[in-house]
């Protein structure tokens, strides 16, 4: 007992170590019990909508319309044998907790395509930047439990994005796809694309959801 | 600059920003958010949900009736796949507020002052729900705080459906009523089902007990489904569901706000005959669903002499 005390005197900071780590481990088994494993979030990449109709709207004219269709494949191995998840602790003046992120890659069957005016364009693959919110303890329709953030990419059969993964030292642009579809989805049970945006040789417009019936082309 | 005068200045912008938070908004956002907002949910999920589902199936069949304007040759089709669609969505409803703008992005272009009398309203009905269903005082104490809310509600006038009583014939008596109900009647049950929905939970909540309030939002909910069991027969509704009918012990505690609720759904049916009827050109939507929206705001159009709340 003497000696323990004798240790304690000569680590001022071992008490405040001690209580970090209880509150670390405490927040991992946390994360072990409750928080889901990675191939959880592989079925939000699997439910992403088969076919959406889209339109940018433009004043004085016509819109601009588009559309997609696409199927699943399989996942971009060996990175993406299982989605990636990585917990960051909440900062004040956010409830305590930790958001959860995930990251998805999945290639897309040959036939997909989106359908930019008289262009059929082949989507390759989805990739998927997602949130779980879930951990933050703030239960409240109005913040959604889940962010996902779906890139439907098109022309890049090797999924190599959204960043150059190597630059600048591989030179080009710091980004790698010039051409997709960018949606938010805030609720995995209806899937509802928000937030579009068409990225089209680099050039950005932003876009509305057209549900007119079917998912049938317009 | 004297510090007198920096003194002086700093209250007088505190007072002007004091002064602006206080003031009722244009826009339809409450803020700051009620402490119940929302509470109804944490204790009832299921039927939460189902709000959120009916606002989805709300907009989306507006949504597709303005798109598919002029281009229905089945109607009896159109209704099927929209009733199979919107069916899906309430078996499997979101679990958050979903924006319409999300969903129905040219209705809600369309429809601006419509959708902003029927947001506002929403927030009403949803704060309402939440206070029944957490307030621990079961008397005066609930009564003055949905009263302060509907105080609340009522303040922002540019965006208020008035709470007079108005007779049904605000709702068919224009000349391109009751088009959505002959063509679309099963969907319009399904329409007044949700309806029947939202008001009978009013009435479940006034239940003294917490467990006879549970059994009894359970009932709703379970009644609501077998209403959907078999459309148009299992929904046996003649005309729309009023909330004085259906909750009279809501209604006789708070009397003025049933109106301002019908008034409400009643909006729902003609934004529903405007996008229907082919006697609205689709020039003349706009102009409509502005006008018929100023009758859901002023007392006088339409005013009921039968009004509950007026008898004194």
Same mark, same amino acid.
């Given at each position: ?21 209880? /509150? ?62 990585? =917990? ?24 997909? +395509? ?48 959204? /960043? ?20 938010? /989805?805030? =609720? ?16 950005? +417009? ?13 | ?12 912008? #505190? ?24 509470? #109804? ?55 958050? !507020? ?25 927030? %009403? ?6 206070? %029944?269903?957490?307030?621990? *005082? ?42 959505? $109900? ?17 008001? !009978? ?11 006879? @309030? *549970? ?12 209403? %959907? ?26 009397? @003025? ?15 529903? *005959? ?16 502005? @006008?018929?929206? $100023? ?14 709340? *007026?008898?004194?």
């Amino acid at each position: 007992m003497k000696e323990r005390k004798k240790i304690m005197r000569a680590h001022p900071g071992f008490i405040g170590v001690l209580v970090i780590m209880g /509150v670390c481990s405490a927040r991992m088994a946390r994360a072990e019990t409750i928080a889901p494993s990675a191939p959880f979030y592989r079925d939000f990449t699997m439910k992403v909508r088969k076919v959406a109709n889209f339109k940018v709207p433009v004043p004085g004219s016509a819109d601009f319309s588009f559309h997609y269709e696409l199927d699943q494949s399989t996942p971009l191995l060996p990175t993406f044998a299982d989605p990636l998840l990585s =917990d960051l602790p909440s900062v004040p003046p956010e409830p305590q907790g930790y958001f959860r992120k995930f990251w998805d890659k999945v290639l897309l069957k040959d036939g997909s +395509y989106v359908q930019l005016g008289d262009q059929k364009i082949p989507l390759t693959c989805i990739f998927i930047s997602g949130q779980d919110n879930r951990f933050l303890g703030v239960p409240n329709p109005l913040f959604p439990e889940y962010l996902i953030k779906v890139y439907l990419v098109a022309n890049d059969y090797t999924c190599t994005g959204p /960043v150059n993964p190597g630059w600048p030292a591989t030179g080009s642009k710091k980004e790698t796809w010039d051409t997709y579809i960018y949606y938010e /989805v805030r =609720d995995p049970t209806i899937m509802l694309p928000t937030e579009v945006k068409l990225r089209y040789r680099w050039a950005e +417009y932003t876009g509305v959801l057209v549900d007119n019936g079917g998912g049938a082309p317009l | 600059m004297k510090i007198s005068n920096i003194i002086r200045i700093f209250v007088l912008s #505190f007072l002007v920003s004091a002064g602006a938070m206080n003031a009722a908004s244009a826009e339809p956002v409450w803020y700051p958010l009620p402490p119940e907002a929302y509470k #109804f949910g944490q204790r009832y999920p299921d039927a939460q949900n189902l709000l959120f589902a009916f606002d989805y199936g709300h907009a989306l069949v507006y949504e597709r009736l303005l798109l598919r304007r002029g281009t229905i040759p089945n109607p009896e089709a159109f209704e099927k796949q929209l009733i199979q669609d919107v069916l899906k969505i309430l078996k499997n409803p979101p679990h958050i !507020k979903v924006e319409e703008q999300d969903i129905a992005p040219n209705y809600v272009f369309t429809f601006p002052l419509t959708v902003n009398l029927f947001d506002w309203s929403h927030m %009403l009905h949803q704060f309402v729900l939440d206070i %029944l269903a957490t307030s621990v *005082d079961r008397g005066d104490g609930m009564k003055a705080r949905v009263n302060e809310i509907f105080k609340q509600y009522k303040a922002n006038t540019p965006v208020v459906i008035t709470d007079q009583c108005k007779t049904m014939l605000f709702m068919d008596g224009h000349y391109f009523s009751k088009a959505f $109900r002959s063509q679309y009647p099963s969907f319009n049950l399904l329409i007044w089902s949700y309806h029947w929905f939202q008001i !009978k939970l009013y009435e479940a909540l006034m239940k003294p007990a917490q467990q006879e @309030r *549970d059994v009894a939002v359970n009932k709703v909910t379970q009644k609501f489904w077998d209403l %959907l069991s078999n459309l148009p027969d299992s929904a046996d509704f003649d005309m729309m569901p009023e909330t004085a009918v259906e909750a009279p012990t809501f209604a006789a505690m708070f009397p @003025r706000i049933p109106s301002a609720f019908d008034n409400n759904h009643m909006l729902h049916d003609i934004t529903s *005959d405007i996008l229907t009827s082919d006697k609205v050109s689709r020039d003349q939507i706009r102009t409509e669903a502005v @006008r018929v929206s $100023r009758m859901d705001q002023d007392p006088a159009a339409f005013k009921s002499a039968k009004c509950p709340a *007026d008898k004194p």
